[in-house]
């Protein structure tokens, strides 16, 4: 006779399968989505030769690692099983040092050296790369002014030099004795170009601040730092601009163990079961004074993930209208108009730049090794270019597109450059069309 365990166990195990069948196929339960990005596999089609080749097994097997029911709910249970018992991350971008400190390995890889010597083999050949940036800097500088444009280079502090006694012991025993961007902050009070050095600043009050400066679960400044560094930067940019801008007004502390998105970001990414023990800390209310009937500022930003908290809080309230260039590459705007995923699909990015009354680049260490993300050319290029040659240049840099107009041409009798041309023009009405829509829609 059979043991009852063994029929219990086949129910339970027929039910289970059953279960995660419905809700694969209909997701009747709701479930929190994994943070972080990957492609899913996409669902494959059967035919004869990708079966016998063994193609379609090895995409169905994809597919369903990516789809089976309460995918989410077993792989956070994986993770908290893993780092509850062993301590271990199951995210190669997060590691833990002391205190249950997290950090971005890009950070740990930057202040190690790693960055350092896989993009530019030594020490000496980093410096001349600075100081050839730096003179790009100062062009940059004098072609913003001729158009009446101040600029303002903010230097982001990261968590690892403000913070290395925490780090992992492996890399804490491995931190190099230069710092790119210790380096570049000398050769810009050198060159007297107008700038914030928040990384010193870090550095000198964190034993003396009354909450961390950086969350211990994020990578970014925390968020009780923010009405401080807002308040900075407008200090520093009436200073070297004609403009009153206002204050910061602190209103509430307002301590809290639910972290901001940015100062839980890592944790998030972690993809736990259950939340990590954190201690409280302030998640600050903040105004600004004085800015009705202000004579307000244009803003552009070209900037890195620093910024996001400012372009959040008041401190944006500031400016007439601001515009961030996300790594000199995406596009967010108070305007809606002008928001794109890629810089080069914004074709009034001309008028963007030359409206702006005051150009700000805020960048972190890691960062400065794709200094401005190409920005100082792309400024030049802009005051030069109309947004006809822009879309041109746009057209000829996508061989698809090229190719196309190239085909185009011989169908209807043109050269290439004459379709060049009308596509171009056709590109830029359809544009239009769609940021004056854009416009008009309620933000």
């Given at each position: 006779m059979k043991r009852p365990i063994c029929t219990?166990?086949?129910?339970?195990?027929?039910?289970?399968?059953?279960?995660?069948?419905?809700?694969?196929?209909w997701k009747p339960f709701k479930m929190k989505p994994l943070n972080g990005f990957t492609a899913e596999a996409q669902k494959p089609s059967l035919t004869l030769a990708n079966f016998a080749s063994g193609d379609f097994q090895n995409k169905a097997e994809d597919y369903i690692g990516d789809h089976f029911g309460f995918r989410e709910f077993f792989i956070?249970?994986?993770?908290?099983f893993s780092y509850s018992c062993f301590r271990q991350?199951?995210?190669?971008?997060?590691?833990?040092?002391?205190?249950?400190?997290?950090y971005l390995?890009?950070?740990?890889?930057?202040?190690?050296?790693?960055?350092?010597?896989?993009?530019?083999?030594?020490?000496?050949?980093?410096?001349a790369i600075a100081q050839q940036n730096v003179e790009e800097t100062l062009r940059l500088i004098d072609t913003l002014h001729s158009h009446g444009t101040k600029f303002l280079f903010v230097f982001a502090p990261s968590k690892t030099w403000v913070y290395p006694e925490n780090m992992p012991k492996a890399y804490r025993d491995h931190i190099i004795d230069f710092s790119l961007e210790d380096y570049y902050i000398q050769l810009f009070k050198e060159k007297h170009i107008p700038h914030i050095d928040f990384l010193s600043y870090f550095k000198s009050a964190k034993d003396t601040a009354t909450y961390p400066l950086y969350p211990r679960t994020g990578t970014h400044?925390?968020?009780?730092?923010?009405?401080f560094v807002a308040d900075s930067i407008m200090k520093k940019l009436e200073s070297i601009t004609a403009y009153d801008l206002p204050s910061v007004k602190y209103i509430d502390e307002n301590l809290t163990t639910d972290y901001s998105v940015q100062d839980g970001e890592l944790e998030a990414s972690m993809n736990l079961l259950f939340p990590l023990k954190k201690p409280a800390i302030p998640k600050p209310v903040f105004a600004l004074t004085d800015?009705?009937?202000?004579?307000?500022?244009?803003?552009?930003?070209?900037?890195?993930?620093?910024?996001?908290?400012?372009?959040?809080?008041?401190?944006?309230?500031?400016?007439?209208?601001?515009?961030?260039w996300v790594y000199n590459r995406d596009v967010n705007s108070s305007r809606n108009a002008y928001n794109w995923k890629e810089l080069k699909q914004v074709y009034e990015a001309p008028k963007i730049l030359k409206e702006a009354n005051i150009v700000?680049?805020?960048?972190?260490a890691p960062m400065l090794y794709n200094y401005m993300f190409g920005f100082t050319q792309t400024a030049q290029e802009l005051y030069q270019k109309t947004p006809l040659q822009i879309t041109i240049d746009e057209i000829k840099a996508n061989p698809q597109w090229m190719q196309a107009v190239e085909k185009q041409a011989a169908e209807r009798g043109l050269t290439v450059e004459e379709n060049l041309q009308r596509n171009a023009r056709y590109t830029l009405e359809t544009?239009?069309?769609k940021q004056q829509t854009n416009t008009e829609q309620p933000k």
């Open positions: 219990i166990l086949c129910i339970l195990t027929l039910l289970g399968f059953s279960t995660m069948f419905v809700q694969e196929q956070r249970l994986y993770n908290q991350i199951n995210n190669d971008n997060i590691k833990e040092g002391r205190n249950h400190e997290l390995k890009m950070y740990l890889d930057e202040i190690t050296g790693k960055t350092l010597y896989s993009k530019y083999g030594n020490v000496e050949e980093a410096k400044w925390a968020e009780s730092t923010i009405p800015t009705i009937g202000a004579d307000k500022p244009n803003l552009l930003v070209i900037g890195d993930s620093y910024f996001t908290q400012l372009r959040i809080s008041p401190f944006v309230n500031a400016f007439n209208h601001w515009d961030v700000m680049a805020i960048f972190t544009r239009l069309k």
